[in-house]
């Protein structure tokens, strides 16, 4: 699997693979802090089969996440997982993409559409988490998380990982990685699949939705009876934007 080095000593390794040709879709996998390319495979969506017999579908692991890892130092934040995901695009010298993402790949995607809006042509946004009296929820996934990967940090302390949590979850934004005002000032093209779940709240997708100019919601999506329609909707709001 490739790597992209990154941080000031080259510590944190960010590995990523790449699935058949054609303008380039950077699909950002659910799991919460698991986020990992092969997740993909575990959910009913999957770009990777979905997208790259015509595209091509960039997968990556999120730092401390699948093969990829990082020193944890306390200072990580939603801008540290955007300049992950910007590295990759730049190691695969992509200046322009689309980019796809399930559960916390939709706060990764608002973070990435305001930090480089112009290396972005269109996103879709599958199950956004978000904040709906549920915060609990996203301590329990990230202390979960935290006290597999302790072992393999000695660099951490107790501090370091609550100033992580902190920085992903501590924060009354309801969608996490960007403030609501400056959903308005958004304008790539946005596909937005609703959630309805205690991680995916469909309030937050309908926020989203409402927020972002011009977005488009898919109400349903997942279920057996809607997913051919939603696949269809989504192959023809990409081929718009490439």
């Known amino acids: 699997m490739p790597t992209v080095q990154r941080d000031p000593d080259n510590l944190a390794e960010i590995h990523y693979e790449v699935h058949g040709s054609g303008f380039p879709v950077l699909a950002l996998a ?3 802090m698991r ?13 990777v089969t979905e997208l790259a017999d015509r595209y091509q579908v960039i997968t990556m692991d999120q730092r401390n996440a699948g093969s990829s ?21 730049d190691e695969l010298g992509v200046q322009r993409c689309h980019v796809v993402g399930m559960c916390i790949g939709g706060a990764f995607i608002l973070k990435l559409l305001h930090t480089a809006p112009e290396r972005f042509a269109a996103a879709v946004a599958l199950q956004p988490i978000g904040l709906a009296g549920n915060r609990e929820r996203f301590y329990e996934m990230f202390d979960g998380w935290a006290a597999e990967r302790r072992a393999e940090h000695p660099e951490a302390d107790d501090r370091a990982w609550a100033a992580y949590r902190a920085a992903m979850y501590d924060g009354d934004d309801p969608l996490f990685s960007v403030p609501t005002h400056l959903l308005a000032t958004i304008g790539t093209p946005l596909l937005v699949l609703r959630g309805n779940d205690d991680y995916h709240p469909a309030s937050s997708s309908e926020l989203l939705a409402d927020s972002v100019p011009g977005a488009r919601l898919v109400p349903r999506w ?17 081929a718009a934007a490439s």
Do not use: C, M
């Open 30 to 32: 659910p799991g919460g």
């Open 35 to 47: 986020s990992a390319g092969d997740w993909w495979a575990k959910v009913p969506w999957n770009p």
């Open 69 to 89: 890892r990082a020193p944890v130092t306390g200072t990580e934040s939603w801008d540290t997982y955007a300049d992950d995901q910007l590295a990759v695009l």
């Open 222 to 238: 997942k279920e057996p009876e809607h997913l051919a329609a939603a696949t269809a909707t989504i192959a023809e709001f990409l």
